[in-house]
């Protein structure tokens, strides 16, 4: 005689127990709802379009290992989503324009200014940030607390910019306390080792140092890589907030709901060329998800 067990989730959310629900009537809708408290169609935030003709960012034929040739515009007040399958050279191509891959031909530039193949540090300067979808090999130093990490971001900047200016010490844990706030990481989780803090808390933290200057250009490569939905949301909304300052926004996502709920404008990578992008209402998932796997797709 056998027995049925009945699989039955429990959700907590903030140290209270919100429900437990059957397997047979849980769904995603369902289960996003209750971890975030918000409704499915909250996640993904509506990021209004303030986009200035003229690009910050400029990529013309691009050449690098795995790249063949791009032709790419970033401007402000837009968020430009680059999607593509794993090994597509969408993060490649940006890789090489933050010099952290050699550029074999083509142009970068920023600003009016030829970067093509400037160092990481230029780029920086030119307030360009990068957010790298490795986290724990490029994006953080595990033994450092989380607030060491946000100040290290800050102080490498003033190093590469004299006209900031210098901050005291004092100005420093206020700086990084304030960041915190605004990336949801307490006093508490500030002080913690970073490779002691879940994939979201670590994920906020690079988010965070974002906030440490005012940037012109934000380039996120996997930007919610490894962390749960209710931080999910939370990463979102700082990338609405990014956008809707005018700012340059990228985000480049192997998610392709993500990428599409995100973006203005949309471009698909494939075999490390673009085959395809969308603009506003024409970001439809069938015609997306033909881009990334019809070579002869042309662009919409």
């Excluded at 990529?59 to 090994?87: S, T, Y």
């Excluded at 033994?143 to 100040?151: D, E, F």
């Excluded at 304030?178 to 002691?196: W, Y």
Aim: proline residues 3%.
């Amino acid at each position: 005689v056998g027995s049925r067990h009945r699989l039955r989730i429990t959700v907590l959310r903030d140290g209270r127990l919100i429900g437990t629900i059957g397997a047979e009537n849980l769904s995603e809708t369902v289960l996003v709802e209750m971890m975030t408290g918000r409704k499915m169609d909250e996640i993904y935030p509506h990021i209004e379009r303030k986009t200035q003709a003229e690009p910050v960012l400029s990529i013309r034929g691009l050449k690098a290992w795995g790249v063949d040739g791009v032709d790419i515009d970033v401007r402000r007040g837009e968020v430009l989503g680059v999607a593509g399958l794993v090994g597509s050279g969408k993060s490649r191509t940006f890789r090489a324009v933050m010099g952290l891959l050699p550029v074999e031909g083509g142009t970068v530039t920023v600003h009016g200014h030829d970067r093509t193949g400037a160092p990481t540090r230029k780029l920086l300067q030119d307030g360009v940030f990068f957010l790298p979808s490795d986290r724990k090999e490029e994006g953080l130093l595990l033994g450092a607390s989380a607030r060491a990490n946000i100040t290290l971001s800050v102080l490498n900047r003033r190093e590469t910019n004299a006209g900031l200016g210098l901050i005291s010490p004092g100005g420093v844990k206020a700086l990084t306390s304030e960041i915190g706030g605004k990336v949801d990481l307490s006093e508490a989780f500030l002080e913690r080792t970073a490779s002691k803090l879940s994939g979201g808390n670590q994920q906020k933290i690079l988010f965070g140092k974002s906030f440490g200057e005012d940037y012109d250009i934000y380039i996120f490569d996997e930007p919610t890589v490894g962390v749960d939905v209710g931080t999910r949301a939370a990463l979102y909304r700082i990338i609405k907030a990014i956008a809707e300052a005018g700012k340059a926004v990228v985000v480049i996502s192997s998610d392709l709901p993500e990428a599409m709920h995100l973006a203005h404008r949309l471009i698909v990578f494939r075999n490390g060329r673009i085959s395809a992008e969308f603009e506003g209402e024409a970001i439809q998932e069938q015609a997306v998800l033909g881009a990334f796997f019809d070579q002869e797709r042309k662009s919409a």
